[in-house]
T-cell receptor
Framework: SQQGEEDPQALSIQEGENATMNCSYK?????LQWYRQNSGRGLVHLILIRSNEREKHSGRLRVTLDTSKKSSSLLITASRAADTASYFCAGADSWGKFQFGAGTQVVVTP | EAQVTQNPRYLITVTGKKLTVTCSQN?????MSWYRQDPGLGLRQIYY???????DKGDVPEGYKVSRKEKRNFPLILESPSPNQTSLYFC???????????????FGPGTRLTVL
């Protein structure tokens, strides 16, 4: 099976700006999760949205999900230098399989 | 402290020499999974386990074996490693609720494997 795709592959913004990244997936999902990874270290969970939800907020994060288009977006508002990282979406099906996107590399400059 | 641990963190080996990467979690999670991460490809799932003695193939299982004899441990075995298995490997665990609801995964720190 194929991996999901993320867009853009890389994003460079200044502190205080918003960062938006998109994710498309190919199979039916139970939920979609977003993770952050700093420089090849372990991934850290950010937010989870279930297949029957359309939008979810957590602090400066906003996630949308469109199951008809098999796509999701992650918005980080008021970016900080500490948000510099790679961001991955992961679709979870109902049987334990996870499909990760290729990731978006975000650089936030002070 | 709730965590997923992996050992070793770094390993350089030669083609054909069997190796095991251990993974252990202390959160009593039912679900555990192995991934490999390669540049430009994101993470690809190798194997996963929904509970003791239950394992299933992910997207890239060829060349790997796993076992789940205890709830806390999920070792990854490469019986005859090859250079194309050079990668960064992550173990993860998750609470699994009835009704097939998969929650957030907790990831280990990663194992960087080089096969010469």
């Amino acid at each position: 099976s194929q991996q999901g795709e993320e867009d853009p592959q890389a994003l460079s913004i200044q502190e205080g700006e918003n960062a938006t990244m998109n994710c498309s997936y190919k199979t039916s999902i139970n939920n979609l999760q977003w993770y952050r990874q700093n420089s090849g270290r372990g991934l850290v969970h950010l937010i989870l949205i279930r297949s029957n939800e359309r939008e979810k907020h957590s602090g400066r994060l906003r996630v949308t999900l469109d199951t008809s288009k098999k796509s999701s977006s992650l918005l980080i508002t008021a970016s900080r230098a500490a948000d510099t990282a790679s961001y991955f979406c992961a679709g979870a099906d109902s049987w334990g399989k996870f499909q990760f996107g290729a990731g978006t590399q975000v650089v936030v400059t002070p | 402290e709730a965590q997923v641990t992996q050992n070793p963190r770094y390993l350089i080996t030669v083609t054909g020499k069997k190796l095991t990467v251990t993974c252990s979690q202390n959160m009593n999670h039912e679900y555990m999974s192995w991934y490999r991460q390669d540049p430009g490809l994101g993470l690809r799932q190798i194997y996963y386990s929904m509970n003791v003695e239950v394992t299933d193939k992910g997207d890239v299982p060829e060349g790997y074996k796993v076992s789940r004899k205890e709830k806390r441990n999920f070792p990854l075995i490469l019986e005859s490693p090859s250079p194309n298995q050079t990668s960064l490997y992550f173990c993860a665990s998750s609470l699994y609720l009835a009704g097939s609801i998969y929650n957030e995964q907790f990831f280990g720190p990663g194992t960087r494997l080089t096969v010469l």
